[in-house]
């Protein structure tokens, strides 16, 4: 049987930053915490806690003082800096350089305009952590949109300035896109900025040419990926006989009979390790067939 590891999967550069950082103030010594999961992968959560990372929530952090903590790559809202100012913690940003830009462009915009005649729009997942800190950019008013249904929370009588969540997917954006210009009213403004990540835009055609190769697909993410979620379903789009698992107990050996060839792909939040393990349970699960 042929395994091969989708090369292009595995941590963007946002997540390596991040990771790169935690290693290298644990290696430094004393207690580091990250405010929230480092990643959405309970595995690589896993490792890291064994090296002695912490994970906290937003209302421990405002109980703590004096102490060290990491902002992940999803970025944070202004908020968090202020609470941690306030409790004398020393904050290590590894906010992604990407979203940061972002979070940026959407402050800039939010101060420039009255919010009584603009409706600042972000389309993302409601409550993702990446969204929560865009938002919190515009003092808590901007809209999430997460589907088409959701347009209906707008004034389309009022102008519209529409951003996006890094990770979402390009097609879906474009979408909605063109339902906002459908239904919003000619005498007022509509514009709106293409803010998808492209190292993660650019992996859906890469992953559905790589799931066309292989016989049987396995997607490797952690349940709360929500990258995870939109590439899967590119996968199974490409390959019907695509299961998503998030740890190699998950595998059947059932799906690997009659099989010639396996394909191991994963999210931006996928560690390269988990993948290979994968792989080599692949390889020794076949060996007892």
Same mark, same amino acid.
């Given at each position: ?19 790169? %950082? ?17 990643? %959405? ?43 941690? /100012? ?11 350089? #990407? ?21 600042? #729009? ?56 063109? !339902?906002?210009? /459908? ?15 492209? !190292? ?12 066309? /190769? %292989? ?14 979620? #939109? ?30 060839? #396996? ?27």
């Amino acid at each position: 049987m042929i395994v091969e590891i989708d090369k292009d999967s595995g941590f963007c550069f946002g997540v390596v930053n991040a990771i790169k %950082h935690v290693e290298e103030e644990l290696q430094q010594g004393g207690e580091l915490a990250c405010l929230g999961d480092i990643v %959405h992968n309970s595995q690589e959560v896993k490792r890291l806690k064994t090296k002695g990372l912490k994970t906290i929530d937003h209302e421990e952090l405002k109980q703590i003082k004096s102490a060290k903590v990491l902002l992940r790559a999803h970025g944070e809202p202004p908020s968090t800096y202020q609470i941690a /100012k306030e409790n004398n913690i020393r904050i290590i940003d590894a906010t992604c350089p #990407v979203v940061l830009q972002l979070q940026k462009k959407i402050f800039k915009e939010y101060s420039a305009s009255d919010p009584e005649k603009v409706q600042i #729009v972000i389309y993302g997942k409601i409550g993702h952590a990446e969204v929560n800190g865009l938002v919190g950019q515009t003092s808590g008013n901007a809209i999430v949109i997460e589907k088409i249904d959701d347009l209906d929370k707008l004034d389309f009588n009022k102008d519209i300035c529409l951003f996006s969540q890094t990770t979402m997917s390009l097609d879906s954006f474009q979408e909605i896109v063109r !339902q906002i210009e /459908k239904r919003i009213n000619p005498s007022v403004t509509f514009r709106y900025f293409d803010t998808i990540c492209r !190292q993660v835009a650019n992996r859906m055609p890469q992953i559905k040419l790589f799931a066309g /190769k %292989h016989d049987l697909i396995l997607f490797v993410a952690g349940k709360k990926s929500s990258n995870g979620k #939109v590439l899967f379903e590119e996968c199974k789009k490409a390959n019907p006989n695509t299961f998503l698992i998030s740890d190699p107990q998950e595998i059947n050996p059932e799906w690997l009979k009659n099989i010639k060839s #396996v394909g191991v792909c994963g999210a931006t939040s996928t560690p390269k390790w988990l993948m290979e393990s994968v792989a080599e349970t692949v390889i020794s699960k076949t060996a007892l067939l």
